[in-house]
């Protein structure tokens, strides 16, 4: 009589026939991890070598540059847009404090 976790199996053996073979225990499903290890793990351009036709279409390499310019582009116009910005602040504050300084002096010699 064996025992496993929630049933029991019973054997009757018969005089003179073999014994029986136990059963052998099953193989374990091997189980592959959910995510490559980083050693099997493909890169870029390891899938690029791998291709035949070397990957990228024509049309998708111009559509990249076109993306990459116009960002590029905007960047520029951006930072551009900040620097114009601050130099227009700056010149009127230092317009106005300008003017007061001068107002100050002004008023100042036409009293003494």
Request: net charge positive; hydrophobic share 45%; proline share 12%.
């Amino acid at each position: 009589m064996r025992q496993r976790p929630g049933r029991v199996t019973v054997t009757f053996h018969e005089p003179g026939m073999p014994c029986p073979v136990p059963p052998s225990p099953a193989p374990r499903p091997s189980t592959r991890p959910a995510y490559p290890s980083w050693k099997t793990a493909v890169t870029s351009v390891e899938l690029a070598a791998r291709q035949p036709d070397s990957g990228t279409r024509p049309w998708q390499l111009i559509a990249l540059l076109l993306v990459l310019l116009v960002g590029a582009t905007a960047i520029v116009f951006a930072t551009a847009g900040a620097l114009a910005g601050l130099a227009t602040a700056g010149g009127v504050a230092l317009v106005h404090v300008t003017g007061a300084v001068l107002r100050k002096r002004h008023t100042a010699n036409r009293d003494a």
